[in-house]
Nanobody, 126 residues
C-alpha cells in the first residue's frame, strides 16, 4: 500500500512563494513510481500541475505553471516537492500529491495515477 501525506500549503499574497512537500511511503521492491501534483477548485475537475520521473531526471508541467513552479524529488527521503513562485490568484486550489507506477522516464497518463494524498489548501490573494 502507498501512503502520501502533503504539507506546506497556506495563504500568500500574489507574487509570493510556497513550497509543498509530500512524504511518500512507497513500496520500493522492484517497483518504481513517478510522482506528481494535481490541483482542484470546487466545481472543477482535478487538473494536472507537474510530474517527475522516478529517477528525478525528467519533469513535466502544465503550461500555466511553466517557469514559475519547480517539481523535484529526494528518493533517499521518499519526498517530492513543489516549489511555487510568482503565485497568482488563479493558483488557488487544493493541491494533491499523487503516485503512478513508472514506465521508464515517460510521464504517466492521468488514469495511471493510482495513489493520492489528502490534499493541502493553497490560497493566493490579490
Amino acid at each position: 500500500q502507498v501512503h502520501l501525506v502533503e504539507s506546506g500549503g497556506g495563504s500568500v499574497q500574489a507574487g509570493g512563494s510556497l513550497r509543498l512537500s509530500c512524504a511518500a511511503d512507497l513500496e520500493t521492491v522492484n517497483i518504481y513510481y513517478a510522482l506528481g501534483w494535481f490541483r482542484q477548485v470546487p466545481g472543477k475537475e482535478r487538473e494536472f500541475v507537474a510530474a517527475v520521473s522516478w529517477t528525478g531526471a525528467s519533469t513535466y508541467y502544465t503550461d500555466s505553471v511553466k517557469g514559475r513552479f519547480t517539481i523535484s524529488r529526494d528518493n533517499a527521503q521518499n519526498t517530492v516537492y513543489l516549489r511555487m513562485n510568482s503565485l497568482k490568484p488563479e493558483d488557488t486550489a487544493v493541491y494533491y500529491c499523487t503516485a503512478a507506477r513508472a514506465v521508464g522516464e515517460a510521464p504517466p497518463a492521468r488514469h495511471e495515477y493510482e495513489y493520492w494524498g489528502q490534499g493541502t489548501q493553497v490560497t493566493v490573494s490579490s
